[in-house]
């Protein structure tokens, strides 16, 4: 199975900062991976898919980039509704894998 | 846009069995297929399998092999999820979430389901 790795558990900051969050794969997708944003309560959204595409209605503010085994999600500019769970998933093979999650708290 | 509405709240004795639905409203049912992913308490995303209903084609993680279930009724636009032997570890949210590719290829997870709680306890 290809393990994604999100190293930062938690992130802290204030609005209007830059948010990055990173996921490294176990092994190449090359571009096959996805971004998501969980809510409490919610089920989760995507935002991003094949490394850099914007799901529909997503804001500019959200971009992804990186390929192989090394991807990064950026928030340009936090929004008080960006603090949220974010999760990346392959879709290189199966079974679909998701990393461990990075929380983005309010300093 | 489709939208994914999943059957209510469940609890369960160990060893029993649950059935999980999702009706699909909206879109193109057939086509695309429907993965099922869980989540326990305060825990992260778990992908458990998939369907593409139009071949009734399954795809299952190793882990849940031999105890999940998943399948599709065309005529009406509804997914099941069954999974039996159920233990304390399988409470959870349990979503079903519609591909973004109208293929049988793994995929990215677009339209989500409200989710289902299922709780084990004796």
């Known amino acids: 199975d290809i393990v994604l790795t999100q190293s930062l558990d938690t992130l802290s900051l204030s609005p209007g900062e830059r948010a990055t969050l990173s996921c490294r794969a176990s092994?190449?997708?090359?571009?096959?991976l996805a971004w998501y944003q969980q809510k409490p309560g919610q089920a989760p959204r995507l935002l991003i898919y094949?490394?850099?595409n914007r799901a529909t209605g997503i804001p500019a503010r959200f971009s992804g980039s990186g390929s192989g085994t090394d991807f990064t999600l950026t928030i340009s500019s936090l929004e008080p509704e960006d603090f949220a769970v974010y999760y990346c998933q392959q879709r290189s093979n199966w079974p679909l894998t998701f990393g461990g999650g990075t929380k983005v708290e309010i300093k | 846009q489709v939208q994914l509405v999943q059957s209510g709240a469940e609890v369960k004795k160990p060893g029993s069995s649950v059935r999980v639905s999702c009706r699909a409203s909206?879109?193109?049912?057939?086509?695309?297929?429907i993965s099922w992913v869980r989540q326990a308490p305060g825990q992260g995303l778990e992908w458990m399998g998939d369907?593409?209903?139009?071949?009734?084609?399954?795809n299952y993680a190793q882990r849940f092999q031999g105890r999940v279930t998943i399948t599709a009724d065309k005529s009406t636009g509804t997914a099941y999820m069954d999974l039996n032997s159920l233990r304390s570890e399988d409470t959870a949210i349990y979503y079903c979430?519609?591909?973004?590719?109208?293929?049988?290829?793994?995929?990215?997870?677009?339209?989500w389901g409200q989710g289902t709680l299922v709780t084990v306890s004796s």
């Open positions: 979430a519609r591909h973004y590719y109208d293929s049988s290829g793994p995929d990215y997870l677009y339209s």
């Open positions: 094949d490394a850099s």
């Open positions: 909206g879109g193109t049912f057939s086509s695309y297929s």
């Open positions: 092994q190449s997708i090359g571009r096959y």
């Open positions: 369907i593409t209903p139009i071949f009734a084609k399954t």
